[in-house]
Protein backbone atom coordinates (compact mmCIF):
# COMPACT_ATOMS: atom_id res chain seq x y z
CA UNK A 1 0.00 0.00 0.00
CA UNK A 2 1.51 3.15 -0.91
CA UNK A 3 0.05 6.92 1.20
CA UNK A 4 -0.07 10.03 -0.43
CA UNK A 5 0.19 13.01 1.52
CA UNK A 6 -0.18 16.68 1.21
CA UNK A 7 3.23 18.29 2.93
CA UNK A 8 2.45 21.46 5.33
CA UNK A 9 2.84 24.90 4.55
CA UNK A 10 4.48 25.51 7.75
CA UNK A 11 8.04 23.91 8.04
CA UNK A 12 10.08 23.25 11.04
CA UNK A 13 13.05 24.37 11.54
CA UNK A 14 16.12 22.51 11.34
CA UNK A 15 18.80 24.95 13.58
CA UNK A 16 21.62 26.44 11.94
CA UNK A 17 23.83 23.31 12.08
CA UNK A 18 23.97 20.19 9.93
CA UNK A 19 24.58 19.21 6.54
CA UNK A 20 22.54 20.14 3.49
CA UNK A 21 20.34 18.49 1.42
CA UNK A 22 21.73 16.08 -1.27
CA UNK A 23 20.23 15.93 -4.65
CA UNK A 24 21.16 12.52 -5.03
CA UNK A 25 20.36 10.72 -2.10
CA UNK A 26 16.40 11.88 -2.25
CA UNK A 27 13.91 8.84 -3.21
CA UNK A 28 12.29 8.97 -6.58
CA UNK A 29 15.44 9.70 -8.21
CA UNK A 30 14.14 10.24 -11.51
CA UNK A 31 12.70 13.54 -10.48
CA UNK A 32 15.93 15.04 -10.53
CA UNK A 33 16.24 17.33 -13.04
CA UNK A 34 12.29 18.01 -12.56
CA UNK A 35 13.95 18.79 -8.81
CA UNK A 36 17.02 20.93 -10.04
CA UNK A 37 14.51 23.69 -12.54
CA UNK A 38 12.30 24.35 -9.60
CA UNK A 39 15.12 24.73 -7.13
CA UNK A 40 17.36 26.90 -9.66
CA UNK A 41 14.16 29.19 -10.18
CA UNK A 42 13.46 29.30 -6.85
CA UNK A 43 16.23 30.29 -5.26
CA UNK A 44 16.82 33.22 -8.07
CA UNK A 45 13.63 34.56 -7.37
CA UNK A 46 14.60 34.91 -3.84
CA UNK A 47 17.67 36.06 -4.04
CA UNK A 48 17.21 39.06 -6.25
CA UNK A 49 14.12 40.23 -5.56
CA UNK A 50 12.58 40.22 -2.01
CA UNK A 51 9.48 41.94 -2.74
CA UNK A 52 8.23 40.03 -6.28
CA UNK A 53 9.21 36.51 -4.31
CA UNK A 54 6.73 37.64 -1.10
CA UNK A 55 4.32 38.04 -3.76
CA UNK A 56 5.09 35.09 -5.72
CA UNK A 57 4.85 32.75 -3.33
CA UNK A 58 1.92 34.71 -1.32
CA UNK A 59 4.02 35.26 1.75
CA UNK A 60 2.64 37.50 4.44
CA UNK A 61 4.73 40.37 6.28
CA UNK A 62 5.19 38.17 8.98
CA UNK A 63 6.66 35.62 7.00
CA UNK A 64 9.20 37.61 4.97
CA UNK A 65 12.25 35.41 6.68
CA UNK A 66 11.18 32.87 4.71
CA UNK A 67 12.52 34.45 1.66
CA UNK A 68 15.91 34.68 2.53
CA UNK A 69 15.79 31.26 3.79
CA UNK A 70 14.73 29.66 0.42
CA UNK A 71 17.48 32.07 -1.00
CA UNK A 72 19.58 29.52 1.09
CA UNK A 73 18.32 26.28 0.06
CA UNK A 74 21.41 24.33 -1.45
CA UNK A 75 23.52 24.95 1.90
CA UNK A 76 20.71 24.94 4.64
CA UNK A 77 20.88 22.08 7.34
CA UNK A 78 18.59 19.38 6.66
CA UNK A 79 16.36 16.95 8.18
CA UNK A 80 14.14 13.98 7.73
CA UNK A 81 11.32 15.00 5.72
CA UNK A 82 8.97 13.34 8.27
CA UNK A 83 10.64 16.00 11.17
CA UNK A 84 10.68 19.01 8.64
CA UNK A 85 6.76 18.56 7.46
CA UNK A 86 4.56 20.11 10.81
CA UNK A 87 1.30 21.16 11.08
CA UNK A 88 -2.25 19.27 12.31
CA UNK A 89 -1.83 16.62 9.62
CA UNK A 90 1.17 15.92 11.01
CA UNK A 91 0.84 16.59 14.65
CA UNK A 92 -2.11 13.89 14.26
CA UNK A 93 -0.01 11.25 12.74
CA UNK A 94 2.57 11.46 14.95
CA UNK A 95 5.14 10.12 13.38
CA UNK A 96 7.92 10.85 16.15
CA UNK A 97 5.86 8.67 18.63
CA UNK A 98 4.83 5.23 16.21
CA UNK A 99 6.02 1.86 17.31
CA UNK A 100 9.64 0.67 15.85
CA UNK A 101 7.30 -1.55 13.57
CA UNK A 102 4.89 1.43 12.02
CA UNK A 103 8.26 3.73 11.77
CA UNK A 104 9.23 0.63 9.45
CA UNK A 105 5.90 0.77 7.70
CA UNK A 106 5.54 4.22 7.37
CA UNK A 107 9.39 4.72 5.72
CA UNK A 108 7.86 2.30 2.97
CA UNK A 109 4.70 3.20 2.17
CA UNK A 110 4.19 7.39 3.02
CA UNK A 111 5.25 9.63 0.48
CA UNK A 112 4.78 13.63 0.80
CA UNK A 113 3.78 15.74 -2.16
CA UNK A 114 5.95 19.07 -2.68
CA UNK A 115 5.73 21.94 -4.83
CA UNK A 116 9.75 22.38 -4.67
CA UNK A 117 10.55 18.27 -4.91
CA UNK A 118 7.94 16.58 -6.67
CA UNK A 119 7.68 13.90 -4.21
CA UNK A 120 9.66 12.98 -1.43
CA UNK A 121 9.85 9.79 1.45
CA UNK A 122 9.30 10.89 5.04
CA UNK A 123 13.22 9.44 5.37
CA UNK A 124 14.77 11.76 2.68
CA UNK A 125 16.77 14.88 4.26
CA UNK A 126 15.43 18.52 3.06
CA UNK A 127 15.97 21.81 4.09
CA UNK A 128 13.03 23.78 5.57
CA UNK A 129 11.36 25.50 2.39
CA UNK A 130 8.18 27.56 1.32
CA UNK A 131 7.31 26.83 -2.10
CA UNK A 132 3.26 25.93 -1.94
CA UNK A 133 2.45 23.69 -4.68
CA UNK A 134 0.20 26.37 -6.37
CA UNK A 135 2.47 28.45 -7.12
CA UNK A 136 3.44 30.15 -10.90
CA UNK A 137 7.06 31.03 -10.68
CA UNK A 138 8.48 33.40 -13.37
CA UNK A 139 10.21 31.24 -15.98
CA UNK A 140 8.46 27.95 -15.60
CA UNK A 141 4.97 28.15 -15.02
CA UNK A 142 2.91 26.79 -12.74
CA UNK A 143 4.07 23.98 -10.73
CA UNK A 144 1.37 22.07 -11.18
CA UNK A 145 1.90 21.50 -14.58
CA UNK A 146 5.49 21.56 -13.94
CA UNK A 147 5.37 18.27 -12.28
CA UNK A 148 2.70 16.44 -14.34
CA UNK A 149 5.21 14.97 -16.86
CA UNK A 150 7.81 13.99 -14.78
CA UNK A 151 5.42 12.18 -12.26
CA UNK A 152 3.56 10.14 -14.61
CA UNK A 153 6.61 8.65 -15.90
CA UNK A 154 7.70 7.19 -12.07
CA UNK A 155 4.28 7.18 -9.86
CA UNK A 156 2.91 4.11 -11.44
CA UNK A 157 6.40 2.26 -10.93
CA UNK A 158 6.58 4.06 -6.79
CA UNK A 159 2.55 2.81 -6.67
CA UNK A 160 3.67 -0.90 -7.46
CA UNK A 161 0.92 -3.35 -6.86
CA UNK A 162 -1.23 -2.57 -4.20
CA UNK A 163 -3.78 -0.03 -3.68
CA UNK A 164 -3.04 3.67 -2.79
CA UNK A 165 -4.31 5.72 -0.50
CA UNK A 166 -4.59 9.53 -1.76
CA UNK A 167 -5.02 11.69 0.51
CA UNK A 168 -3.61 15.00 -1.14
CA UNK A 169 -5.17 18.32 -1.02
CA UNK A 170 -6.06 20.01 -4.13
CA UNK A 171 -3.13 21.58 -5.21
CA UNK A 172 -1.28 18.58 -5.04
CA UNK A 173 -3.56 16.54 -6.39
CA UNK A 174 -2.86 18.35 -9.81
CA UNK A 175 0.56 17.94 -10.00
CA UNK A 176 -0.36 14.27 -10.94
CA UNK A 177 -3.74 12.21 -11.46
CA UNK A 178 -4.02 8.34 -11.69
CA UNK A 179 -5.18 7.10 -14.72
CA UNK A 180 -6.63 3.53 -15.68
CA UNK A 181 -6.18 0.28 -13.93
CA UNK A 182 -4.13 2.25 -11.49
CA UNK A 183 -6.82 4.87 -10.56
CA UNK A 184 -8.81 1.94 -9.94
CA UNK A 185 -6.43 0.94 -7.19
CA UNK A 186 -6.95 4.31 -5.92
CA UNK A 187 -8.69 5.24 -2.51
CA UNK A 188 -9.77 9.25 -2.05
CA UNK A 189 -11.00 10.50 0.97
CA UNK A 190 -13.55 12.99 2.21
CA UNK A 191 -14.37 14.19 5.47
CA UNK A 192 -17.89 14.63 6.46
CA UNK A 193 -19.07 15.95 10.19
CA UNK A 194 -22.07 14.48 11.09
CA UNK A 195 -24.47 16.61 13.51
CA UNK A 196 -28.29 16.55 14.64
CA UNK A 197 -30.15 19.62 14.46
CA UNK A 198 -33.56 19.48 14.97
CA UNK A 199 -33.68 15.90 15.16
CA UNK A 200 -32.60 15.59 11.02
CA UNK A 201 -29.09 14.72 10.79
CA UNK A 202 -26.78 17.03 8.77
CA UNK A 203 -23.33 16.50 6.93
CA UNK A 204 -20.83 19.31 6.55
CA UNK A 205 -17.15 18.66 4.91
CA UNK A 206 -14.35 19.86 7.26
CA UNK A 207 -11.02 21.63 6.57
CA UNK A 208 -9.36 21.84 9.32
CA UNK A 209 -10.35 18.74 11.33
CA UNK A 210 -10.38 16.91 7.80
CA UNK A 211 -6.24 17.31 8.65
CA UNK A 212 -5.96 15.60 11.69
CA UNK A 213 -9.00 13.43 10.99
CA UNK A 214 -6.43 11.99 7.99
CA UNK A 215 -3.37 12.12 10.13
CA UNK A 216 -5.19 9.45 12.46
CA UNK A 217 -6.02 7.58 10.03
CA UNK A 218 -2.64 7.13 8.55
CA UNK A 219 -1.45 6.50 11.90
CA UNK A 220 -4.17 3.58 12.71
CA UNK A 221 -3.37 2.08 9.26
CA UNK A 222 0.38 2.24 10.24
CA UNK A 223 -0.14 0.99 13.66
CA UNK A 224 -2.50 -2.00 13.17
CA UNK A 225 0.24 -3.51 10.61
CA UNK A 226 -2.84 -3.87 8.06
CA UNK A 227 -1.41 -4.69 4.57
CA UNK A 228 -4.54 -4.70 2.17
CA UNK A 229 -4.16 -5.88 -1.10
CA UNK A 230 -7.27 -4.59 -2.99
CA UNK A 231 -9.04 -1.10 -2.41
CA UNK A 232 -12.01 -2.99 -0.91
CA UNK A 233 -9.58 -4.52 1.98
CA UNK A 234 -8.30 -1.08 2.64
CA UNK A 235 -11.66 0.08 2.96
CA UNK A 236 -12.79 -2.96 5.10
CA UNK A 237 -9.55 -2.37 6.98
CA UNK A 238 -10.55 1.35 7.95
CA UNK A 239 -14.21 0.07 8.83
CA UNK A 240 -12.30 -2.28 11.18
CA UNK A 241 -10.56 0.02 12.76
CA UNK A 242 -13.50 2.23 13.75
CA UNK A 243 -14.05 4.23 10.87
CA UNK A 244 -17.53 5.15 9.21
CA UNK A 245 -16.67 4.40 6.25
CA UNK A 246 -19.21 5.19 2.95
CA UNK A 247 -18.90 4.17 -0.45
CA UNK A 248 -21.13 5.31 -3.69
CA UNK A 249 -23.70 3.01 -4.68
CA UNK A 250 -22.12 2.20 -7.77
CA UNK A 251 -18.92 1.04 -6.45
CA UNK A 252 -17.08 4.39 -8.42
CA UNK A 253 -17.24 4.57 -12.25
CA UNK A 254 -14.28 2.75 -14.41
CA UNK A 255 -10.54 4.57 -14.94
CA UNK A 256 -11.35 6.73 -11.80
CA UNK A 257 -10.51 6.57 -8.02
CA UNK A 258 -12.69 4.93 -5.64
CA UNK A 259 -13.94 8.32 -3.97
CA UNK A 260 -15.00 7.33 0.03
CA UNK A 261 -16.56 9.88 2.54
CA UNK A 262 -15.58 9.02 6.09
CA UNK A 263 -18.15 10.37 8.84
CA UNK A 264 -17.10 11.65 12.02
CA UNK A 265 -19.42 12.91 14.52
CA UNK A 266 -16.23 14.60 16.86
CA UNK A 267 -13.34 16.03 15.64
Given at each position: M?VL ?22 S?P????AR??VL?E ?9 EK?R??L??S ?9 NA???T ?5 A ?5 G?LY?A ?10 K??AA ?13 G?K ?5 Y?C??G ?5 L????A?W ?5 Q???V???KG??L?LR ?11 G ?5 T?TV ?7 V???EK ?8 K??KG ?8 SG??P??P????E ?7 T ?11 R??A???V????
Open positions: LLPPSEGKADPGGRGRPFQPEALLELAPERELIGLCSADEADVGLEGLRGEVARGLRAPARPGEIYTVDLGLATLGTAARRRSLLVFSGLWGAVIDRIPSRPGVRLPGGALSHREPLAVMPAAGPVDSTAYAQMWKPKELAERVRVLQSSVDGVRTVVSHFNATRIVRALLEAAATAALIALRGLGHVEEPADGGKPGPRVDVVSEL
